[in-house]
């Protein structure tokens, strides 16, 4: 090949590579919708869930949320939960405990959620339920 012939075929590539980009901005561009933050003492329906998020207390490292939670039998519904904070993404404590949240019931139940924040740094705390393509978002501090 001619080295013309390179050449116009690297700016063909360059310029479209360039629209490509240039395509994505403006799908992002349109992904603007904020997370809308459900406030608490509020029941509220996520995927086949219903739950309420009742507040939360932090004690020795160990942050306690308590929850009414049901409407679906689902042994491994609280896998759906975690806690972002300002530098990581914890899941339940999992281990059986008293009174601790083990799995989803049909029936709604009163239980906690357990999260050990004892390694994390500030103090942004963020419940977060993914069930399907439905999510819903707590603040917690």
């Not at 739950?51 to 049901?70: H, K, M, N, Q, W």
């Not at 530098?87 to 083990?102: F, I, K, N, T, W």
């Amino acid at each position: 090949m001619k080295t013309r012939t390179l050449l116009l075929l690297s700016v063909g590539t360059a310029l479209m590579i360039l629209l490509a980009g240039g395509v994505l901005l403006f799908q992002l561009s349109g992904q603007d919708d904020p997370v809308e933050v459900t406030p608490l003492d509020v029941a509220t329906t996520v995927g086949d869930a219903e739950l309420t998020v009742a507040g939360s207390t932090e004690v020795d490292g160990v942050l306690r949320v308590d929850v009414e939670i049901g409407g679906i039998d689902d042994p491994d519904g609280i896998d759906n939960f975690e806690l972002v904070t300002g530098d990581q993404r914890l899941a339940p404590l999992q281990s059986p405990e008293a009174g601790r949240c083990v799995e989803v019931t049909e029936q709604p139940q009163q239980c906690t959620l357990d999260f050990d924040v004892s390694a994390t740094e500030g103090s942004s705390r963020v419940l977060v339920l993914r069930r399907g393509e439905d999510q819903a978002t707590w603040r917690l501090s």
